[in-house]
């Protein structure tokens, strides 16, 4: 059965940063692409970021560009992603979702994390 | 990028069908065939429900199916149900090689 658990959710103030993990299990993790979608309160999905099995092909939405890091430990079957510069507007809570085949859709997603920008 | 456009509410009475749209562009939708569809039901994570325009993953129910044309896609859900009640989101890949949401579409059974 594949899972995904997400941590490293929390209280941050605008301009601080955050490490969010996701903890993949009962898949091939190294296999698949990985990506990362948020959902602020009351609003829709947003795709964040995105990165292929090996880790070398790395995408990310423009909202996120160069304040966002996404990476993968392959050999603890993890899944990262780097927040620095934090705004209000980051506020979210952060799913992480495995690609399926062909890496064109989310086959599979965790619960969320939630990530609150605030003073 | 910006999302793709879904109407912001569709409804139907138990049995019958109904249809959600996403429009994006030639730079999304129109030219790539890997159109994906999610449900969401309140304080959930979303669900895959279809993939690639048009192939259901296993488990999901037949009463969904998809379609495209052109720079639009559609998802339709037949004999709604009470269940189906919940929020739908379209996806599509994009010539940026990111990928696109829809603006969501909350579906109501009456």
Sequence with gaps: EVQLVES???LVQPGGSLRLSCAASGFTFSSYAMGWVRQAPGKGLEWVSGIGGSGSSTYYADSVKGRFTISRDNS???LYLEMISLRVEDTAVYYCAKYGSGSSHLDYWGQGTLVTVSA | QSALTQPASVSGSPGQSIT???????????????VSWYQQHPGKAPKLMIYDVSNRPSGVSNRFSGSKSGNTASLTISGLQAEDEADYYCSSSTTSSTRVFGTGTKVTVL
């Design chain 1, 76 to 78: 603890k079957n993890t």
């Design chain 1, 8 to 10: 490293g959710g929390g």
């Design chain 2, 20 to 34: 959600i749209s996403c429009t994006g562009t030639s730079s999304d939708i129109g030219n790539y065939n890997y």
